[in-house]
């Protein structure tokens, strides 16, 4: 079965800085894509990042990019987002999510609960 | 505001049809394969739709998904109370190099 299990979300501070977790089991980790979606509370979805598998290519959307650094550990089955200068607007509920194979970091089979990120002072 | 727009909300009644759209331009629907997702509230989204109208193992043909030029549509037929939730496109934009969700729509079953 699969399953994506997120953590490392918190309340921090304007301009701090988070590394959120995304543990992975039930399937071979290396051969898909990754993707972090995040939901500010009662707003829509918004596509975050994104990083392909056997150790392939990043994106990252424009309201992030230069603060937020994906990663993934193929040895550990992890991904990473490290977050970093976060602001008020970063507030909302992180997901990870797979992608149906090692290139496509949309159409995303599987989700993770969320783990909640708040920033304020 | 989202690159791909789709009505805020839409609703009918049980057993009934409804299609929620989702436009965009030529560098996202127009040349990009465009999935659809449910999520019920309080709870992460789901898989509907992928590749404009291809079915995930598990998601019963009461669910279709289209596309033609710069729009999609995704129908559900034989509404149920079950399938209020918010639905969302989502599909690639070349201009971004970003993947891109519409805004959503809350389906509301009266």
């Known amino acids: 079965e699969v399953q994506l299990l997120e953590s490392g979300g918190g309340l921090v501070q304007p301009g701090g800085s988070l590394r959120l977790s995304c543990e992975s089991s039930?399937?071979?980790?290396?051969?898909?894509?990754m993707s972090w979606v995040r939901q500010a509370p009662g707003k829509g979805l918004e596509w975050v990042s994104g990083?392909?598998?056997?150790?392939?290519?990043?994106d990252y959307a424009d309201s992030v990019k230069g603060r937020f650094t994906i990663s993934r550990d193929d040895s550990k089955n992890t991904l990473y987002m490290q977050m970093n200068s976060l602001r008020a607007e970063d507030t909302a509920v992180y997901y990870c999510?797979?992608?149906?194979?090692?290139?496509?970091?949309?159409?995303?089979?599987?989700w993770g609960q969320g783990t909640l990120v708040t920033v304020s002072s | 505001q989202s690159v791909l727009t789709q009505p805020p909300s839409v609703s009918a009644a049980p057993g009934q049809k409804v299609t929620i759209s989702c436009s965009g331009s030529?560098?996202?629907?127009?040349?990009?394969?465009v999935s659809w997702y449910q999520q019920l509230p309080g709870t992460a989204p789901k898989l509907l739709i992928y590749d404009n109208n291809n079915r995930p193992s598990g998601i019963p043909d009461r669910f279709s998904g289209s596309k033609s030029g710069t729009s999609a549509t995704l129908g559900i037929t034989g509404l149920q109370s079950g399938d209020e939730a918010h639905y969302y496109c989502?599909?690639?934009?070349?201009?971004?190099?970003?993947?891109?969700f519409g805004g959503g729509t809350k389906l509301t079953v009266l």
């Open positions: 990083v392909r598998g056997n150790g392939g290519s990043t």
């Open positions: 039930g399937f071979r980790f290396s051969s898909f894509a």
């Open positions: 999510a797979r992608g149906v194979s090692p290139t496509r970091i949309l159409y995303l089979d599987y």
């Open positions: 989502e599909t690639w934009d070349s201009s971004l190099s970003a993947g891109v």
């Open positions: 030529s560098s996202n629907i127009g040349n990009h394969y």
